[in-house]
């Protein structure tokens, strides 16, 4: 069964045709997907995304509070989320974010770690594992996880950071999400680095709406898919010099054990 680790089926963008995007994931050999939280009015609608699906796509949540939406809640939105993960197969998208100007600002910035650093210790208390957002501040994010370590891990979606960064996570329990970066050009470093790695470091994803694989992008297309998996299995399959159907079940292996699936 190949499963999108990090998928926003529930975006505005798939209002339109949510159940022909499904077919067309189905189509392309893509069983199912992880929906990740990302503020608190979405995960109250996430139980219709659920109970809307075709019983064939296989789709699990998270619930978290994305570091960027911290900003608009008080600290008291924490104890709405907590009772929101009896059914979560993980707590997220959770992190922390210093890209662009907002997330400059003094406040913004603390509030990103208190929340962060709070739904850590829901995690552990839930003994679930996280889905990490991190852009811009792979050092402090790792000294975070040293400083709360988890028992059950998670995954750092869409990774970028350096080799360093890679072997920290590891070592706090963390696989790497992978997705349409590595089908850049300008990607060396990153498919340097999985090159390294053990093929049990890594999942796959398509951060769908968003991170469109770089050939559909020069075709015109601007919306991703969870059908568009297949894309970065074929890449990882290049990049490793490994079957699809090898890369498909390294992937699947790892997100089992990490979501306990």
Known sequence: MLIDSHCHLDAPEFAADRLAVVQRALAAGVNGAIVP??????????????????????LRYAAGI?????????????EQLEPMLCNAVAVGEIGLDRFGCKAQEPEHWRRQQLFFREQLAMARRAQLPVLIH????????????????????????????SERDACALLEAGFVLGIGSLITQPSAQRLQQLLRRLPEHAWVLETDAPDMLPHSLWCQGVRRNEPAQLAVIVRAVSRCLALSESDVQQCHTRTLGRILQL
Do not use: K, M
Request: aromatic share 10%; proline share 8%; with cysteine.
């Open 37 to 58: 939280g990302w503020r608190l009015d979405q995960l109250l609608r996430i139980g219709e995304l659920l109970t809307w699906c075709p019983a064939a796509f296989h």
């Open 66 to 78: 994305h570091p960027l939406y911290v900003q608009e809640l008080s600290p008291a939105a924490l």
């Open 134 to 161: 991190v852009r811009r501040c792979y050092p402090e994010l790792i000294r975070v996880l040293q400083q709360q370590p988890l028992q059950r891990g998670g995954i750092v979606h869409a990774f970028n950071g």
